[in-house]
């Protein structure tokens, strides 16, 4: 089974905080599910931004060495997509044409690029929909992967 949900960065962060237990229940199980049915993908700049939370700003910071650890598990893990050039003129077309922040256009790129229908992030307003991508918070109340994954 192909990819079908780009994981956003908060999602990655949230696995890993003991101070949202909910929010960390939240993402370990959707992670549990992308990664069991080889559903999920990353982007290089997620993995990056993953390693410099864990490492730098994480209120429970871990180690460099462990930090990587967990970015190589990921990338292991879930398919990783690069930023590649046709990735970064994408994220500045969609930058300028929908008003976006520079980054997450970018992870709007990744996803249509590589025609990823889903993106699972807090940063963008649940169930919005642009070019084929749709954007869903896993946070929100009454989300279910499954029903997003088959509609």
Do not use: C
């Not at 549990?32 to 982007?43: C, E, I």
């Not at 180690?63 to 292991?76: I, K, P």
């Not at 994408?90 to 993106?119: C, F, H, K, S, T």
């Amino acid at each position: 089974m192909s990819a079908v949900a780009l994981v956003d960065t908060n999602v990655l962060i949230y696995a890993f905080d003991d101070d949202e237990q909910d929010k960390r229940l939240r993402a370990l199980r959707v992670l549990d599910s992308l990664v069991r049915d080889a559903r999920g993908a990353v982007s290089a700049q997620v993995l990056a931004e993953f390693y410099s939370v864990l490492s730098r700003r994480f209120r429970h910071r871990l180690t460099s060495e462990v930090a990587a650890g967990h970015v190589r598990d990921w990338a292991d893990a879930l398919t990783t997509h690069d930023t590649s050039v046709g990735v970064v003129l994408e994220a500045l077309r969609g930058a300028i044409r929908y008003q976006m922040p520079y980054y997450d256009a970018q992870i709007w790129a990744v996803a249509r690029v590589n025609r990823i229908p889903l993106v699972l992030s807090e940063d963008f307003a649940d169930g919005t929909v642009i070019e084929g991508v749709r954007f869903a918070n896993p946070f929100a109340e009454g989300f279910d992967l499954d029903a997003l994954l088959t509609a």
